[in-house]
């Protein structure tokens, strides 16, 4: 395949900026709707586990899809980079809808065991796998590399509608006809994400882009179309573990990529147990209660969807790189201070600042990453990026509990935020990432 003209590319046309892009528009639309359908589907599997079972065979019905996500998040990369990553998505979505209303349709007419409901996890398990490298990798193909800051803003909207609106939802499709019309609902969804999806026209594959050197220069041998046939690296042996380990190679080498790596573990490792299994021991030994959890997740909402309103509505953060380093110590700050909280008012409060300090460097991080890499190595290195923050950060969780039963929430917490302090430092003192910007 040879490379596109430059003529084809237009470069001397105005750039739309993304908020009144159509192309952007309607995969923010597929993007919330997939979301949606997301956090409908996980409240009605935990109310049909635990309805179906016991409380511990429920959470073990809950955790069965982190396997499978875990194990091949690593070949999804691969897999959006070889076929591209909105056939990937358009095919992610497809199978989790006909999964769902599968599904939906069984409970209707039978009362299958814990056994269904496992399987249904693992293939969601499976097809995240699949599905988040390849959304990752599917806004530098929809918008100008100018306008990425604002898509990750959009997106974290998009985020935050769906964990906002999607649980309310989902109960009420639970109080309203069972479990089955909440699957039969998230179903609905997932559907509604395909034709918006399929009118994607995604940007051909720039030419000029690096191709595995880690330097950021080069020459790409092939390109990608609209119609989204292949990413056109050739870096690999020509198998799917040939080309696992090129984009492996590709990040290694990379002066921005494998620093934001770093970044990205050491910030997730601190944040994950706090805002996790710390809020539950917090709200109980402060006697907040489960709606005090309600209030400090609500906080800490209304920050992350400030910061993404902001990247929004400003599409660009000037000296991105220093910015997200100073942010990430400041979130960190409030991490520590949480542990300390007594009033339930504070607490929320320090919510709200980290919400707002970790979700603006999260999303500079992401919009930094989606801006250096090769779009053809982007699903394998935002596949990275995943098993850090979903394979590796989750595993902080059980010594998390038992360091707060052992040493109480004030010293853990402590820890934590200088674990995510040490990211925000590395990111500093790290010149690349210090002097990083987002094009303008």
């Known amino acids: 395949m040879t490379a596109t003209p430059p003529a084809t590319a237009a470069p001397s046309r105005a750039v739309r900026p993304a908020h009144r892009d159509p192309g952007v528009l309607r995969w923010v639309g597929a993007y919330t709707a997939s979301t949606l359908g997301d956090s409908v589907y996980h409240l009605a599997l935990a109310w049909a586990a635990v309805s179906g079972g016991s409380p511990g065979q429920a959470g073990l019905v809950m955790a069965v899809a982190a396997v499978p996500r875990a194990l091949l998040l690593l070949g999804g990369g691969v897999v959006a980079d070889r076929l591209g990553p909105r056939r990937v998505v358009i095919g992610s979505d497809a199978v989790r809808c006909v999964v769902v209303l599968g599904l939906a349709a069984t409970l209707l007419v039978a009362s299958p065991g814990l056994w ?8 969601f398990g499976a097809v995240d796998a699949l599905f988040l490298p390849a959304v990752g990798a599917l806004p530098p193909r929809i918008a100008a590399r100018d306008q990425l800051a604002r898509v990750q803003g959009m997106r974290g909207l998009a985020q935050r509608l769906g964990a906002v609106v999607g649980a309310p939802l989902g109960g009420l499709a639970v109080a309203v006809g069972g ?22 026209r995604l940007r051909p594959l720039p030419v000029g882009e690096s191709t595995g050197t880690g330097s950021g220069t080069g020459t790409d041998t092939d390109t990608d ?23 492996l190679r590709y990040l290694r080498g990379h002066r921005l990529l494998g620093p934001l790596m770093v970044i990205v573990l050491l910030s997730d490792l601190g944040f994950v147990g706090p805002l996790n299994v710390g809020l539950a021991v917090l709200a109980e030994q402060r006697g907040w209660g489960a709606s005090g959890i309600g209030w400090i997740l609500a906080g800490f909402g209304t920050g992350a969807g400030a910061a993404s309103l902001v990247l929004t509505v400003r599409g660009r953060v000037p000296r991105a790189g220093l910015v997200s380093g100073w942010t990430m110590l400041l979130g960190a700050a409030a991490i520590a201070a949480l542990g300390h ?6 607490a929320v409060g320090l919510a709200l600042a980290v919400g707002l300090f970790a979700g603006l460097s999260g999303a ?8 250096a890499c090769d779009p053809a190595y982007l699903g394998r290195v935002t596949a990275v990026a995943g098993l850090c923050s979903l394979g590796l950060a989750p595993l902080t969780f059980p010594l998390t509990g038992t360091a707060i039963g052992l040493w109480g929430p004030g010293p853990v917490y402590g820890v934590s935020a200088a674990v995510c302090a040490l990211s925000g430092v590395y990111g500093l003192v790290v010149t690349s990432v210090r002097k990083a910007e987002l094009p303008g």
């Open 116 to 123: 269904v409901l496992a399987a249904v996890a693992l293939v």
């Open 179 to 200: 479990p089955s019309t909440a699957f039969g609902l998230a179903g609905l969804l997932f559907a509604f994400s395909l034709p918006l999806l399929g009118a994607l």
């Open 225 to 247: 179309t609209d119609t989204d046939t292949g990413t056109g690296t050739r870096t690999g042996s020509g198998t799917a573990l040939g080309d696992l380990a090129a984009g």
């Open 341 to 346: 909280a007594a009033p339930l008012p504070a």
């Open 364 to 371: 500079l991080c992401t919009a930094l990453l989606q801006t």
